[in-house]
């Protein structure tokens, strides 16, 4: 009995060790190098940014993956909204396709979402397949090997992935080096450690690919609102697409160097997060399974711990110049003083920890500069938040990129 039992065990044990065996062996062939590059297209909007496509084209043209060029010129797809537009001349000068606009071009219909909609209707109407989409806005540069670094994405598996966004003209000012430590929060205190944990990215702006298959499930660009890179991240989250952060693969983009542009933009994009979480949070909601169920917790709770805690700020502030007034005691005015000096202190600690994570090379005096500027900046967004919600239109402004900073990649 004994040695039936023995034998038993013996023959489950092995069947086991080779099962065990085939599987590795599968998942180890699955990771061997690609035949050959993936076909890419890539988008770019770029209504009137003569000034800065060439940077940009040029980058992509210089790209390699194994030693073979990453992408076509012929695959780039530059969208515009006019033939007389003189970004269509440099654009042919470089064989890059250009896509212009058919549809009316209302106000609402000028954010870069219709734009990306009717580029990829153009090319599914050509009957071409592209394994990846990527997007970049006219003012980025990419990095010698940003497409190799996030093909190296692809192959695991990820269906869309973001690259590290850098500016490239950190050292032209201190509202230049605010404005992109605001991306810096997204992705290296919030993405970084999302990725970590096999949480889903948040993106924001461009420089990121999205699987062929989703797009040609599209059959389009779906994401028109004000901030289609936040609602293509909720989307991301309730149909649970693998998303990932590769902070390899460097993209550069200009940042604005004049505070009201930077004010255009936020009250832009606080207006499109409280829309797009307006159609996604009630269907996330409703999600009871999920890949991550903690990123669709995460959604749908957004900001609202951080506008809960700057209302109380803002009420303590409030009391304590009322109370002063009154004069019932002047210990409440300290009481508000303080509260501001802890802010502030706080603030300038993210600052200097940003500042720190992202390496950025900086010039010393634009370096203190920033420290002391970054925590009002930041607090500006209050004021931009109240206008977000009380202005009744809200749109795309043009920002006017240079493409001449010093501080080019």
């Known amino acids: 009995m004994l040695l039936w039992v023995g034998m038993i065990l013996l023959v489950v044990g092995l069947m086991a060790f080779i099962y065990g065996c085939l599987v590795v062996r599968i998942n180890y062939l699955q990771l061997e190098p690609r035949d050959n590059v993936p076909e890419i297209a890539v988008l770019i909007p770029a209504r009137d ?9 040029e980058s992509l043209r210089k790209q390699k993956v194994e030693g073979c060029e990453a992408i076509k010129m012929s695959d780039v797809y530059v ?14 000068e470089f064989g890059a396709s250009v896509v212009v606009r058919k549809s009316p071009i209302t106000k609402s219909r000028r954010c870069k979402g219709f734009a990306l909609d009717e580029a990829v209707k153009h090319i599914l109407a050509e009957r071409k397949h592209y394994d990846l989409y990527f997007v970049f806005d006219a003012d980025n540069i990419v990095a010698p090997k940003y497409f190799e670094r996030m093909l190296e994405s692809y192959d695991k598996g990820y269906q869309m992935a973001t690259g590290y966004r850098a500016p490239r003209n950190a050292n032209d000012n ?17 993405n970084r450690r999302r990725a970590k944990y096999g949480a889903n990215m948040i993106f924001s702006g461009t420089g990121f690919y999205v699987d062929g298959k989703i ?6 660009w779906p994401f028109r609102s004000l901030t289609e890179d936040y609602e293509m991240s909720l989307y991301a989250i309730l149909h649970s697409l693998t998303t990932t952060y590769n902070t390899k693969a460097v993209f550069y983009d200009e940042q604005p160097t004049e505070y009201r542009q930077t004010v255009a933009q936020r009250v832009r994009w606080i207006r499109g997060y409280f829309e797009a979480r307006k159609k996604y949070v009630p269907l ?13 917790r995460k959604e749908c709770l957004g900001v609202r711990p951080i506008i809960v805690m700057l209302i109380g700020v803002i009420m303590i502030l409030v009391d304590g110049i009322v109370m002063a007034m009154s004069k019932a005691s002047v210990n409440w005015l300290w009481l508000a003083g303080g509260v501001v000096i802890v802010v502030y202190v706080a603030l300038m600690l993210v600052t200097i920890i940003l500042l720190a994570q992202e390496k950025l090379k900086l010039k010393k005096g634009l370096l203190i500069a920033v420290v002391l500027y970054n925590p009002l900046y930041l607090v500006t967004y209050v004021a931009c938040a109240v206008r977000a919600l009380v202005r009744k239109e809200v749109g795309w402004q043009k920002i006017e990129h240079k493409g001449d900073s010093s501080s080019k990649p």
Do not use: Q, Y
């Not at 797009?215 to 389009?220: D, L, N, R």
């Open 215 to 220: 797009v040609e499930k599209w059959h389009g």
């Open 174 to 190: 201190v509202i230049a080096v605010a404005s992109s430590l605001t991306f810096s929060m997204i992705n290296t205190m919030s």
């Open 284 to 296: 996330l909601e409703r999600v009871k399974r999920a890949r991550n169920i903690g990123s669709v």
């Open 79 to 92: 969208i515009v909204e006019s033939e007389d537009d003189p970004t269509v001349g440099i654009c042919r």
């Open 49 to 57: 940014e003569s000034a800065v496509i060439a940077g940009l084209l």
